[in-house]
DNA sequence: CTAGTTTTGTAACGATCGTTTTACTATATA
DNA sequence: TATATAGTAAAACGATCGTTACAAAACTAG
C-alpha cells in the first residue's frame, strides 16, 4: 500500500455531476471539472481514468441518487392515484422551487438524450435504459391502481374488435389502452425537463396536466 | 462591383443546418462545415460573419422550411379532428421512413434547448417561441376541431365550481381543459423529437399515441 | 483594357481541448 | 527506519478549436 486517497469519491463525482447536468458533457472542461471539484486534473484521471470515466461515474450517481429515489414511490404498490399524484407533484414541486441559477434545472439524461446520445452507442444505451424504467414504473402504478383501462370505457373509439381477457384479466385492447397512458404520463414528464431549462412556469404546468390527467382517469375509472 | 459570389446561400445554409441538426452546434467543426457546404472557411465567414452567424441563418431556415411546413394544416381550420391526426400521423410516417444513418432524425430546437439554450439567451428565446408557436398552432386546431371541451364531460373530476361561460362560449373550465388537451400533444410532439435519436419505434408510438388520444376526445365530443 | 471591388484559397493565429509525462510527496507495510 | 506503493502537483504534450490576415484570383464597371 501506499498513500491514501485525500478525497471522498462521491462528493467529487457529485460536483462533477452538477457541473455535467448545468453545462452537458462537452461543455465542461477539465479545467471547469478542477474548479467544481477542487481537485488537479492528475487526481481526476488517476481516479477515473478520463474524463469520459468521471462522467459515467456521474451518471450511475445521478441514477442512483436522483432518478431511483423519484421512482420508488411509483413502485409502492399503492392501490389509488396517490403514488402517481404524489410523484408528478413532488417533481412539480422540485422544478417550481428551483433558483434561476440553480445547477441541477432539467434532467442530466433528458440533455444527455439530446446531445451525447445521438452518436455515442453507450450514451445512448444508458439513456433508453432510463426511459425504460421511467415506463416500467409508471405502468406498474397505473396497474396497480386500476387505472388499466377496460378499453371502450374512457375512450369507445379506441375499442378493438374482437378484444379476448387473457389469464391476468387484462385484454388486450386493455394493455393497449395502458400503453397509451403510461405514453402520455411518461411523455409530460421527459418534456417538462426539456422544457424546464427554457420555461419553468410551463414545465411545472406539463407536471400538473399529468395530475390532472391523472385525477381524471381516477374519477372515471370503476373503483 | 466585384466578383460575384459562386454559391447559393440557401442551400450552403441547409447543408450547414442538416450538420448542425445531426450533431450539434458544438460538436459541428468549422473543419465539417467546410466538408458540408463545400466551402472554404474564407467564404463562410464571409457570408455568414461567425460559426454562429451560419447557425442562426440554419436555424432560421429549419424554422421557416420543415417547422412551418408541418404546422400549416393545423391552422387550415378544419372542423374535425383531421388536422390534428394529418399532424401527427405525417409526423409518425416521416420518423418512421428515416433512415437509419439519416442526419435529420428528431428535431434540431428540441436539440438545442437542452444544449445552447441553457446558457444562451438569444438561443433560449427562439427555441421558447417554437413551443409557444407550437402550441398555439395545436390550441387552434383543438378549437376549431370542436374539441375544447365543456369541463366535466370528458373528466368529471376536473370540473370547477362556479364556472361560467364567457362572451365566446368558452368557459373557464373548459379553456383550462382545453390547455391541458394543448399540452398532452405539445408534449407528446415534442418528447416524440427528443426519443427519436434513442429509440426511433417508441418515438412512433408516443405520435400514435397522440392520435389515439385525438380520436377518442373526437368520439367523446357531442358532435 | 484598366481600375476597382469582392470573393476565395492558404496559412497562420492564439486559445483551449483532453491527455500524458515527470517528478515529488506522503503513507502503509515490513 | 527502510522500502515499496500510491496520490498529488506542475508542466508540457499534440490536436483541434474558431477566427483572422494576407494575397491571388475573378469579375464588374468605366
Redesign the interface.
Known amino acids: 500500500m501506499g498513500r491514501l486517497q485525500t478525497f471522498d469519491n462521491t462528493v467529487v463525482v457529485q460536483a462533477a455531476r452538477d457541473l455535467f447536468w448545468?453545462?452537458?458533457y462537452?461543455?465542461a472542461s477539465l479545467a471547469d471539472l478542477e474548479a467544481a471539484t477542487g481537485l488537479g486534473r492528475s487526481s481526476l484521471y488517476h481516479a477515473f481514468g478520463s474524463k469520459r470515466g468521471l462522467f459515467d461515474a456521474a451518471v450511475a450517481d445521478y441514477l442512483e441518487t436522483v432518478i431511483r429515489p423519484r421512482l420508488t414511490v411509483l413502485r409502492s404498490g399503492a392501490t389509488d392515484a396517490s403514488a402517481l399524484l404524489e410523484y408528478f407533484d413532488s417533481l412539480a414541486r422540485s422544478t417550481a422551487n428551483l433558483a434561476d441559477d440553480s445547477l441541477r434545472s432539467?434532467c442530466l439524461l433528458?440533455?444527455?438524450?439530446?446531445?451525447l446520445?445521438?452518436?455515442d452507442d453507450p450514451a445512448?444505451a444508458v439513456?433508453?435504459s432510463y426511459?425504460s424504467e421511467l415506463t416500467g414504473a409508471l405502468r406498474l402504478a397505473l396497474a396497480s391502481a386500476g387505472l388499466a383501462p377496460a378499453a371502450g370505457t374512457?375512450?369507445?373509439?379506441?375499442a378493438a374488435k374482437g378484444d379476448v381477457a387473457h389469464r391476468d384479466g387484462v385484454s388486450d385492447a386493455a394493455k393497449s389502452s395502458l400503453?397509451?397512458r403510461v405514453?402520455?404520463l411518461?411523455?409530460?414528464s421527459?418534456?417538462?425537463m426539456?422544457?424546464a431549462?427554457?420555461?419553468r412556469n410551463?414545465a411545472v404546468?406539463?407536471l400538473n396536466?399529468a395530475s390532472?390527467?391523472i385525477?381524471?382517469?381516477?374519477?372515471?375509472s370503476d373503483r
Open positions: 448545468n453545462k452537458g462537452e461543455a432539467g433528458v440533455n444527455c438524450a439530446a446531445g446520445a445521438a452518436h445512448r439513456v433508453e426511459r374512457a375512450g369507445g373509439a379506441a400503453d397509451e405514453r402520455t411518461a411523455s409530460l421527459m418534456s417538462a426539456l422544457v431549462r427554457v420555461n410551463e404546468a406539463l396536466t390532472n390527467q385525477r381524471v382517469w381516477f374519477a372515471n
